[in-house]
């Protein structure tokens, strides 16, 4: 596999100053704008997908939403193109300072509760734009919602990937794009039919994140754990939550009161319309959790 290394050219203007990550479709380097210095995310397909179309159209959709919907929690995108010398196509994207949700979680445990909703309004405020374009996301998750520090020390989250989302375009249930590409912990019910997604696909995705920034741990990890397989998984997260919310955090030693409530329904028509509207309707309930119960959810 063709990988970029440190001080080579690319595109004819980005000097690769290292590598960031690499995933199932791309790898992210920091890279260097030759004439202007400045220090950006070069985002690129893996070269052994360069041949297949539904991938290919995937990334120029990414390119797409991320450039024409305006959200300070939405990674900008500066250029895009397919390099010559090496036939990647690629993102060149701001440079984000910081670190995913679930490295936060991972390392501080539950996070009080003001910090969650301050964190997920300002994703749902973006969510709120993107599903007006008729843009779903559909996978939600920590690992997708990046904490990062503005000039003046306020902390901004930025939607990271969206490379699967969804466009809702007219005649699309008929075609490979109702795919229910997702991460099992905190996809809606539907992804597993596959039976297509719209907006409250993201808003379920949502409350599944809301209980794992507040608990510690995913809704479905006991679950996981005795299944084995994403497949055995499937079979019971196809019908949605099995009990409230507030009665398995306080199984793991975390008092939620109403807050926190992943599933909503399972029949999208049920849920909330907007994803800030179901943050409203949840974040007066929440309360925080006793520090001794609080620790021992981290260890």
Not at 152 to 175: H, M, N, P, T, W
Not at 238 to 251: D, F, K, Y
Not at 277 to 293: E, V
């Amino acid at each position: 596999m063709l990988t970029l290394t440190q001080d080579m050219l690319f595109a004819g203007r980005y000097r690769i100053v290292r590598s960031i990550a690499s995933g199932g479709m791309g790898a992210v380097y920091e890279v260097e704008h030759v004439e202007t210095s400045r220090h950006h995310a070069l985002k690129v397909l893996l070269p052994s997908l360069v041949d297949r179309q539904e991938i290919r159209d995937r990334f120029k959709q990414e390119a797409r939403i991320t450039a024409t919907i305006e959200s300070e929690a939405i990674v900008q995108v500066f250029d895009a193109g397919v390099d010559t010398d090496t036939g990647m196509p690629f993102l060149v994207m701001e440079l984000l300072r910081g670190e995913d949700l679930a490295k936060v979680v991972a390392r501080d445990g539950p996070l009080p509760p003001a910090k969650v909703v301050g964190y997920l309004m300002q994703a749902a405020t973006a969510l709120d734009k993107t599903h007006a374009a008729k843009v779903v996301h559909r996978d939600l998750k920590p690992e997708n919602l990046f904490l990062s520090t503005r000039e003046d020390g306020s902390e901004q989250v930025k939607i990271l990937d969206f490379g699967v989302a969804k466009l809702l375009v007219e005649g699309a249930a008929g075609s490979n794009a109702t795919s229910g590409f997702g991460t099992p912990l905190y996809m809606a019910p539907e992804q597993f039919k596959c039976t297509g997604v719209c907006p409250a696909t993201d808003i379920y995705s949502l409350g599944m994140i809301a209980f794992t920034l507040l608990v510690g741990t995913p809704y479905w990890e006991p679950e996981v754990a005795q299944r084995g397989t994403v497949f055995a998984f499937a079979t019971l997260a196809v019908n949605g939550t099995r009990e409230p919310a507030s009665v398995r955090a306080r199984e793991r030693g975390v008092e939620l009161g109403e807050a926190g409530r992943p599933g909503q329904a399972p029949d999208p028509p049920r849920r909330h319309h907007r994803p800030v509207g179901h943050l409203r309707a949840d974040s007066h309930h929440a309360r925080p959790a006793p520090r001794r119960t609080a620790q021992a959810v981290r260890h």
